[in-house]
RNA sequence: GGGCGAGUGGCGGAACGGUAGACGCGCCGGCCUUAGGAGCCGGUGGGAGAAAUCCUGUAGAGGUUCAAAUCCUCUCUCGCCCACCA
């Protein structure tokens, strides 16, 4: 028999497969099964062998649905738009569309490469027209809906990027792609009203077969708390100050009030001799870049406003400050401090010597008497007293009875509605016209798409690039027809990848996005495989846009991914790999040594799926190793069919491992079995079966041995086989005595237990010699132990 | 400060509460080969022993159980996420 020629087998079979459309996706499934990977933004560099794990493990799965009869939807596209070709074009001096015109290709060649199933005629670009299109179609229908809104706000800009970010997308005060410091900048912008679905997007995360994990990031992120709004009176004022606070209980501890910096009520209040202190307090603010204002240890710094409100209970006059640890973004942007019970509070009453009142004690019978002696405060929760008619209670019951009393609930949340004004060029442009008469419009459908023109000055200045772009900009209004211009920013790229996986059903659609006949094929997602990077902005986003479809009866689900699947990250040298890091693997030059089907075995076998994984690139040699063996088996297969046994076993255990994803541990099952297979030559049917069960993780070397079987049809036309538990007639019992190992014994599967009780005895009479014999567990087709004394 | 994970050989990692270390890498020994290797065979947690076998061992300390890497309590270490969020 020949050597293993694998890569003669995979460019012979990727060619068959492909003729012969193998992939080709049902037009009625029958049985529909979506398994979705998250898709790539075409890059320069290509891929590296950390997005190869996520393709073969999505790309295993796939097949494995395939041979149990499900039709299957296994696509893919390329999510184009953005900073990341754009970045790469003004570097190359070319034009994101150039760009994205040679990275795609390029990297649909090494998608190839590993093999997949994908259904290339289904392929979406979000950067064509043809796509984009319907990306603005869906923004007039958020906009129809009032869930698109323009509004004037303080927006984070980077000034690296030149171009205003999501809350998202700013991480430590930085911006998450660049690292730059983010601004603060008033402008006005195109938000989506993802807040209308807090509660939803909160609530259905129950019904999710997603990790725990991603659902605790976005339960998180979303940030529910539930509270009390209290009212404060300012004296000498009609003023009115609203607190939010979780913890009301707390309210006979309040000695002072804050205010964040930016509060509208600030100026109002503040006394004319604090004038000057609190202007140039809030200038100071101002300048302050998030980064600083956040940073740790930083002392607490804030300005009297002369100002004092009166406690709703106690009528005591509570002074009230201007601190910037005050942040107007969540609840009301003021606070009532109570420094005997509040950390944040209590280094602020030290730094400006404001007193403190304890009015909780523990009610685990720690001493308190550090908190009056002003070392620490106490923030749990305990028994109220100092609390006028309260005294006595436990918080628990306080915080509902004063919160009532003295305000109304309430529920906070950190989540903020989503900026999708971006001032870049390589985007989808948003579909609206300004007109000086009619105001706001919606382009009319039959003018979509807003094509982004091709020939703007694209260097990003602050200023979206369309609005230099007369023609682009100068346009009727869709209403009066008189002159009117155009909306110049473009959208965040992921309104794009917020609805792609619609798409999937229906791509070549040209008078609907997709259309509903397509979409209940198909939809919701069964599976969807990507990296954990991704848990909160387009999980949520994606969310919420299938949530506002659902609502204009676009779509008739809620949720679009009944199943999630985080594949773990790659790291080599113990960071992530990635290109700007420069330790990058790229498989190009192992699939050329190896051949993708080993590299695809390897990607499974680093350990578990879902688990950061540190590639080692020596190890390859294994699984390729394993797969010469195999090659050499399939040369020496037998006849005759002695006994299925093994095999059934086999199939068993290997379906159980697919089944819950450990590929890991299956792999490390069919390289086991192999061993034997030397030993003992499986007969032909015995190998047909095994390579089924190679066959979603080598699907080339699976396909080519199969039809040297004889076999005439693809092997994933083949029906998953069938597997069966314990079939072996003999089993190895564990014997122990006082729970110790000491022997084992072979015996048949259906022994009597006191035969095998006699024979596991005999094995360790010494043991049990000279001793009282207590008791005897017997697992069956386990274990027997001896308890003796 | 809060939340969530995870600690098992030289390394990646296996183990429905029931033979700890499957499988692979590496290493050691041997074989094939003119030679080389990313080829083949065997061995490989630590300790004692010629061997049978015995002792010991899953971050640490307790506990539950006939039996604990696995369940419970505390401690330590590492990782990730969130965070002046009221």
Not at 75 to 97: Q, T
Not at 157 to 176: F, I, R, S
Not at 477 to 500: H, I, K, L, Q
Not at 657 to 674: C, G
Request: aromatic share 10%; proline share 5%.
């Amino acid at each position: 028999m020949d050597r293993y020629n694998q890569h003669g087998i995979e460019k012979k079979w990727r060619e068959i497969w492909e003729k012969e459309k193998l992939y080709h996706t049902a037009k009625d499934p029958k049985k529909k099964y979506y398994c979705l990977d998250m898709f790539p933004y075409p890059s320069g560099d290509g891929l590296h062998v950390g997005h190869w794990r996520g393709y073969v493990l999505s790309d295993m799965w796939a097949r494995y649905q395939k041979m149990n009869g499900y039709d299957v939807l296994h696509p893919i596209g390329f999510d184009a738009f953005g900073l990341p070709a754009e970045n790469a074009a003004i570097k190359r001096k070319s034009h994101p569309r150039k760009f994205t015109a040679q990275a795609i290709p390029r990297m649909r060649e090494q998608l190839k490469q590993i093999g997949t199933m994908y259904d290339w005629e289904r392929e979406v670009v979000t950067s064509e027209p043809s796509y984009y299109k319907w990306t603005q179609k869906i923004f007039l229908e958020l906009f129809k809906q009032g869930l698109a809104y323009r509004k004037n706000a303080l927006v984070n800009w980077c000034p690296t990027d030149q171009t205003v970010l999501a809350n998202e997308q700013v991480v430590e005060g930085k911006c998450e792609r660049c690292g730059a410091v983010i601004e603060k900048q008033e402008r006005e912008q195109w938000f989506f009203k993802i807040t209308n679905y807090t509660e939803e997007l909160l609530a259905d995360l129950e019904k999710l077969n997603w990790p725990e994990r991603v659902k605790t990031l976005q339960r998180n992120w979303i940030g529910k708390s539930e509270g009390a709004l209290l009212s404060f009176a300012v004296e000498g004022s009609s003023e009115k100050i609203d607190v939010f606070t979780t913890r009301p209980d707390t309210l006979f501890g309040c000695t002072y009030l804050v205010l964040a910096p930016e509060h509208p009520a600030a100026e109002k209040i503040t006394s004319t001799e604090h004038k000057k202190e609190f202007e140039a307090y809030r200038k100071t603010t101002n300048a302050l870049s998030e980064v600083e204002r956040i940073a740790e240890k930083r002392e607490k710094t804030g300005v009297h406003t002369g100002a004092f409100a009166l406690h709703p209970a106690t009528k005591e006059k509570l002074p009230i400050f201007v601190a910037d640890y005050v942040v107007m973004g969540y609840g009301t942007g003021a606070i009532m401090a109570v420094p005997a019970h509040d950390q944040r509070d209590f280094a602020f009453a030290k730094q400006y010597n404001i007193p403190l009142k304890t009015t909780i004690k523990p009610d685990d019978g720690r001493d308190d008497s550090k908190i009056r002696a002003l070392e620490e405060c106490f923030t749990g929760k305990g028994i109220l007293y100092n609390s006028g008619d309260f005294t006595g209670l436990t918080s628990d019951q306080a915080i509902e009875k004063i919160g009532k009393k003295y305000g109304a609930p309430s529920i906070r949340y950190k989540l903020r509605d989503w900026l999708i004004s971006r001032q870049r060029y390589w985007g989808a442009p948003i579909p609206i016209v300004y007109c000086d008469k009619c105001g706001i419009q919606a382009v009319s459908e039959k003018d979509l798409p807003v094509l982004l023109p091709e020939d703007s000055d694209f260097k990003p200045t602050g200023e979206s690039p369309l609005a230099r772009h007369p023609t682009f900009t100068n346009t009727i209004c869709p209403n009066c027809d008189g002159s009117a211009r155009r909306e110049t920013d473009t959208m965040d790229t992921f309104v794009d990848s917020s609805w792609y996986f619609l798409r999937y059903t229906d791509p070549h659609n040209t008078k609907e996005a997709f259309s509903q006949k397509e979409l209940n094929k198909w939809l919701p997602v069964d599976m969807y495989v990507g990296g954990i990077e991704h848990a909160i902005l387009h999980l949520l986003y994606a969310r919420f846009v299938t949530k506002a479809l659902a609502d204009a009866k676009l779509v008739g689900f809620r949720e679009p991914f009944t199943r999630l699947y985080n594949i773990g990250i790659v790291h080599l040298d113990g960071a992530k790999m990635s290109k700007s890091r420069g330790n990058v693997v790229n498989p190009d030059e192992l699939v050329a040594h190896f051949g993708s089907d080993t590299l695809r075995g390897y990607e499974l076998f680093l350990g578990p799926a879902d688990r950061d994984v540190e590639w080692n690139p020596r190890a390859v040699a294994g699984i390729h190793r394993f797969l010469e063996r195999v090659w050499e088996i399939s040369g020496n297969v037998r006849d005759r069919t002695d006994s299925l046994e093994r095999t059934k076993e086999l199939i068993f255990e290997i379906t159980r491992e697919i089944e819950a994803l450990r590929p890991n541990t299956a792999l490390a099952r069919l390289m086991a079995i192999s061993h034997d297979y030397v030993q003992t030559p499986p007969s032909k049917e015995e190998f047909a079966f095994y390579l089924q069960l190679m066959a979603p993780f080598f699907p080339h070397l699976a396909e080519d041995l199969w039809h040297t079987l004889g076999k005439k049809d693809s092997i994933f036309s083949s029906a998953w086989p069938q597997g069966e538990e314990h079939l072996g007639k003999r089993v190895t019992i564990v014997v122990q005595v006082n729970g110790k190992l000491r022997a084992t014994v072979d015996v048949p599967r259906d022994v009597a237990r006191e035969d095998l009780q006699q024979s596991a005895r005999t094995a360790v009479e010494h043991h049990i010699q000279g001793k009282s014999l207590k008791k005897v567990i017997v697992v069956d087709g386990r274990l027997v132990n001896f308890v003796v004394q």
